[in-house]
């Protein structure tokens, strides 16, 4: 995305769809505090709100309203930022947005504008406004959590911490390399740096071993529902969602397509799919169905294979565990087969009277905790984490692991290392290994 110019002054309605209770439209740049003070006649003291009359230039009155400044570098952009809260009328707003749109220099801001500026002027980094995006877009508790993490920079912490380290790391080599006639400069010092990246190796690889909880956490875990024709599957999903979802009928293959819905199980994401019965057919939009339902179950984190109390599994054992994913066998129609074996099944179900239903939401619930369980919530959530921590972790292991290497290509490695980190964060500092090297060792003085 380009923008048109950065050094506009832009605004723009910050806050939910009209019409609201309250609107804020915010107003950032260098013109911010003189337009509010044509609109309001005086603004308040930095940081401090007042309630103001906002009149056009033709001293119209569009409405009285709540006025918020923020000098820069103090505010979220880093610029001068003035926040009017007024009434969440349609007709208000867009009367206030028309009167800015009528001063020179300020232009409507582009999308994800002011969030691109608090990154330009160092108020947040690529992690945090990522985190800023999906706490605005959570829609479970857990969601929230990590989006919080994220946002508030517990995640950028730690990598900026891992990147001083490799920093360091390089700056303990290079001085050894270069300065190693001075007095202030330890002797193998690098033996330090290979100490210390063994250790941050096996950070790495902890940290990373949470991708998956993370994915699960920002994405849900995918459920999908298999089994033979009329074995309960449309029953189940409409009863886990609680609404119709699917159609149910007696007849053996009603499930065609895949059918999704998402549900929120204790503050978690899953995506519940329903599947088309799993038989021979030599019909052919069943087969299609049948198709895209084996392929669904090839792709899921989680199987609820079904199949009525007492008759033989379509998906056996051998086939479940070739799919990779946990899977729960769940016996079905309880109802019909009080007296049958249900030792068979993880569980025992029967969505016309409700029984074991509870039973099946704590089995998927305890799942999830467990593939949650002993992890921090600062958690890679985004592909381009992963790979870039893989990078990185990958840069590391090469400068542990070519001990016949020269110092200096191994120090390379570290760089490697470290611009793998600050690609993940938006900053890459060049020139932090010189002011390590001067500060630390006292070179040239």
């Known amino acids: 995305m380009s923008f048109t110019s950065h050094s506009d002054t832009i605004y723009a309605l910050s806050s939910g769809a009209l019409p609201s209770g309250v609107a804020v439209v915010r107003i950032s740049g260098k013109k911010a505090l003189a337009t509010a003070e044509l609109l309001c006649g005086s603004v308040p003291a930095s940081r401090q709100a007042a309630l103001r009359t906002i009149r056009t230039r033709n001293d119209i009155i569009i409405d009285r309203a709540l006025v918020l400044p923020f000098h820069g570098p103090a ?25 800015l749109a009528s001063f020179d220099g300020l232009r409507l801001a582009e999308q994800g504008e002011f969030s691109r500026r608090a990154l330009e002027h160092g108020k947040l980094d690529l992690v945090q406004i990522e985190g800023l ?41 290079e001085a050894e390399l270069d300065f190693s006639d001075e ?39 995918k459920i999908v529902i298999a089994g033979p024709p009329n074995a309960g599957k449309s029953s189940l999903m409409n009863a886990l969602a609680r609404r119709e979802v699917a159609i149910v009928t007696d007849i053996a293959g009603t499930t065609r397509d895949i059918l999704q819905v998402e549900l929120d199980i204790e503050g978690f994401v899953v995506k519940l799919y329903d599947t088309a019965g799993l038989r021979a057919s030599a019909e052919t939009v069943e087969r ?24 033989s ?58 593939r949650i369980s002993g992890m921090s919530s600062a958690l890679p959530n985004r592909l381009r984490h992963v790979q870039n921590l ?14 016949n290497a020269g110092l200096d290509v191994r120090a390379e490695h570290l760089r490697l290392a470290g611009d793998s980190l600050g690609r993940i964060t938006g900053r890459v500092d060049v020139e932090g290994l010189l002011d390590v090297i001067f500060s630390e060792f006292c070179i040239g003085k």
């Open 183 to 221: 007095d202030d400069v330890p002797g193998s010092v690098s033996e330090q740096v290979w100490s210390d990246l063994r250790g941050l190796r096996v950070e790495l690889d902890q940290h990373l071993q949470g991708a998956s909880a993370g994915e699960i956490i920002r994405d849900g875990l």
């Open 288 to 311: 299609e169905g049948i198709r895209r339902a084996r392929e669904a179950i090839a792709s899921a984190d989680l199987i609820l294979a079904l199949e009525e109390i007492g008759t």
């Open 75 to 99: 505010s979220f952009t880093g610029e001068d930022c003035v926040e009017i809260h007024l009434h969440g009328g349609r007709a208000v707003v867009q009367a206030l947005l028309s009167e």
């Open 390 to 403: 893989t990078d990185a972790r990958a840069a590391i292991e090469m400068a542990l692991s070519d001990e």
């Open 313 to 370: 599994p379509v998906l056996d054992e051998a086939q479940l565990a070739r799919q990779g994913a946990k899977a729960f066998r769940i016996g079905t129609k309880l109802d019909l087969h009080v007296e049958g074996d249900q030792d068979a099944y993880d569980i025992a179900i029967s969505t016309e009277t409700g029984a074991g239903l509870a039973g099946l939401h704590a089995l998927i619930a305890e799942e999830l905790r467990s």
């Open 133 to 173: 995006a999906d706490l605005i877009a959570a829609e479970t508790e857990m969601q929230r959590r990590l989006a919080v993490e994220q946002a508030s920079g517990g995640l950028s912490t730690l990598y900026h911490s891992w990147a001083d380290r490799l920093t360091r790391g390089r700056a303990l080599i």
